[in-house]
């Protein structure tokens, strides 16, 4: 599939004759570089910050390593960790991936496990975070274990068309799923995590930072924040960016929320792109609070999310298959059951997915059409 790129923005675009001549644009930067600097270091968003990222907002909280060993060590050693089953019994819808396969105009979401989803829509089919790994670690023999398969195998799969990048954690990103998912994809990822996926041979990619975004066949993939962090090893901590992701297109608004705490973006997002019909929220790995709070969202932080963000159907994403926190994994989703009951909401606008089930989102006056081609039109 063909990708016709215009990145040209601003002056630039209308001056290129001045490459032309070598002299002029010599002088040209020397004169102007000073000034575009300076008018850059002035202009830097928040969330930039020397060799890295932070999160600018209020609800922000930073846990360091001391935290994390009192999490995971100290505790421990109380006895506070709380019981888990031996085994999980989730029910799994049998998926061959044939009807996602033929499909080429109906609005999909199908829950693979974890955080990964795949959605079709206006004839494209789009990956969030795809791990189908066995572990979610550095290797495959010591890590958390996948507790339930994936709910449709690799090889099932329609061809992908896009791939959307949330943070560089092992559970967002693996490095295997991604090799073998290969260059084909456009991959859309936010900044820094290019130099990651250039060291497994893959180019057919754009790095966004929040509020930039991307159009795809007349579907906007828009970058936006989230509260989260990053890593892959105790030495470089936040040198990538974190985000969520809204993809809207003729007829349809989902909002992926990637990985994040509570946080103010959730109303600023739904002000700038919102209302959605979808909203992809995360519910576990939410224990303990003290430690879990500014970087992953509670069911029922969950639910005030999904009101913020004014979506119509949520769709809970990050649990029921690698235990990161000290909650059991079956856990979220009856917690999230007990937040709906408390607060009178409609059930149905809850699609509480089992592993590898597929839901069609019904939409009225939509006109949906196969598309052949893909046409980028990056927008800052």
Not at 52 to 66: I, L, M, R
Not at 90 to 101: A, C, H, I, P, S
Not at 121 to 127: A, M, S, T, Y
Not at 175 to 193: C, D, E
């Amino acid at each position: 599939m063909r990708l016709v790129i215009n990145k040209e923005t601003g002056i630039f675009k209308n001056m290129k004759w001045i490459l032309r001549h070598p002299l002029i644009y010599t002088a040209g930067v020397l004169l102007i570089m000073p000034i575009f600097l300076t008018a850059q270091e002035i202009k830097k968003p928040a969330h930039h910050i020397k060799d890295g990222f932070t999160n600018p907002f209020p609800t922000w909280e930073q846990k360091g390593f001391g935290d994390f060993l009192q999490w995971s060590v100290i505790e421990r050693i109380k006895g506070n960790k709380p019981p888990r089953p031996d085994q999980y019994e989730f029910e799994v819808v049998k998926n061959d991936g044939k009807f996602l396969r033929s499909n080429r105009d109906q609005y999909t979401v199908t829950w693979i496990g974890h955080s990964t989803l795949l959605m079709q829509l206006q004839g494209l089919n789009i990956l969030t975070d795809p791990i189908w790994s066995e572990r979610c670690a550095p290797f495959q023999f010591i890590g958390p274990r996948r507790q339930v398969a994936p709910g449709l195998a690799m090889e099932d799969l329609p061809e992908i068309d896009i791939v959307l990048i949330s943070h560089n954690h092992y559970d967002h990103l693996d490095r295997l799923t991604l090799k073998a998912l290969g260059n084909k994809p456009f991959y859309l990822v936010p900044l820094g995590i290019g130099k990651f996926l250039e060291s497994i041979d893959i180019t057919n990619y754009e790095e966004l930072d929040w509020w930039d975004s991307i159009k795809i066949n007349n579907i906007n993939f828009g970058c936006t924040p989230a509260q989260h962090f990053s890593n892959r090893t105790p030495f470089n901590s936040n040198k990538t960016l974190w985000c969520s992701w809204v993809i809207s297109g003729r007829d349809q608004n989902f909002y992926y929320a990637g990985d994040t705490g509570y946080f103010p973006g959730f109303k600023e997002i739904a002000a700038k792109y919102g209302p959605f019909d979808m909203a992809a929220i995360p519910i576990g790995a939410y224990l303990p609070r003290w430690f879990m709070r500014p970087v992953h969202l509670s069911p029922p932080e969950a639910v005030q999310a999904f009101l913020d963000l004014q979506a119509d159907i949520f769709i809970p994403i990050h649990w029921g298959t690698f235990e990161l926190a000290d909650e059991p994994l079956d856990n979220p989703p009856a917690v999230l059951r007990e937040e709906i009951k408390r607060l009178n909401l409609d059930l149905d606008k809850f699609w509480i997915l089992k592993h590898g089930e597929t839901r069609i989102h019904q939409l009225q006056n939509a006109s949906m059409e196969e598309n052949t081609q893909l046409e980028l039109l990056k927008i800052h």
